[in-house]
């Protein structure tokens, strides 16, 4: 698993024909490996497939704390080394329980990022961009985390922000900590692609390292494809997060707060029981569709359970099925691309 860590970085831009691979590409082919690649110019290599933690915040059912526990130990254990988090996962919840996993594994086994902006208490929602709140913000997830250096810290959810804000202040704000040796690099995190070029374009170069989109480069919705040549030309790492459409990829289906419209909503449902009558998962369609673009740096994935996080890693390293995928994407086209809100 460990192979690709010590293999030259440089990959193929074409998987297709095996004449063309280069000799890393070939290597994971033949072992059947996770690929790693790095995220823009920051130096952190990293999985294909990552781990997203906010599964331990329970934002998709009730979890039991040991099976969290577990699902990130065999992350880790089985080559995963990228780990995105925020304080709005369950409200400091995802972040105290990701600590307690972390905690009993070598701060070298992964990368950790984590994020400022997006709060919630008691049940209710709240954003704060300022500097003030995004210093201490920092100081909190660190110690939720049991660590005292974060790797990748974000702007969270931009929507919610006024930009120019986050291009004057927040951004800013964690340069600092970036300049004291808090954090290791600094990124920006929304649903809205437009609002990725706004900012990039109005801060000084090399101020955003790393954009994290999510259900832009998914079965339904693969948006994010036309940004990635503008992000490479400014040096800027691609995170690629859920890859199941936050659960509308999945067999068990969407939970109740997903803001998909209806019309999403039953096309995917249909894409899922195609795959079901085709006896293929979905999810390991999904998955593998999703991580399968070398210009995206990685695609966080989550789970709260061990196997489940195992399973969605050998399907990444397994080839994909290429006749059910065309069929699958011919089903979604109705509502190819189509979003919603984020809430
Ligand atoms: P996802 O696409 O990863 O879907 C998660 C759902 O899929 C959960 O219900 C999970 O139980 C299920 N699942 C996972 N593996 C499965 C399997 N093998 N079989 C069946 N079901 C499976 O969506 P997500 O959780 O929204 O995104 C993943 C991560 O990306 C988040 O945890 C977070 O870290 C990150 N993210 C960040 C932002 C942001 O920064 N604004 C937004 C969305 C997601």
Known sequence: MQICRFLPSKRSNDTDKLGKLDFKAYIILLFRIMEYREIGKTGMVVSSLSFGASSLGGVFHELKE???????????????????????????????????????IRRDKYFLSTKVGRFGVSGIKNWDYSAARAVKSVEESMQRLNIDFIDLINVHDMEFSDLNQVINETLPALIRLKEQGKVGHVGITGLPLVNFKYVIDRVPEGTVESVLSFCHYCLNDDALADNLDYFEQHGVGVINASPLSMGLLTRRGAPDWHPA???????????VQYCEKKKYPIEQLAIKYSVSNPKIATTLVSTTSPLNIRENIRWVEALQNEPLLADVLEILKPIHRQTWDNS
């Open 66 to 104: 040991k099976e969290g526990i577990l699902t990130v130990h065999a992350a880790i254990d089985s080559g995963i080394n990228f780990i995105d988090v925020s304080p709005y996962y369950g409200f400091t919840k995802a972040e105290a329980l990701l600590g307690k996993a972390l905690k009993e």
């Open 261 to 271: 419209s209806k019309a999403i909503m039953s096309y995917s449902r249909k894409a």
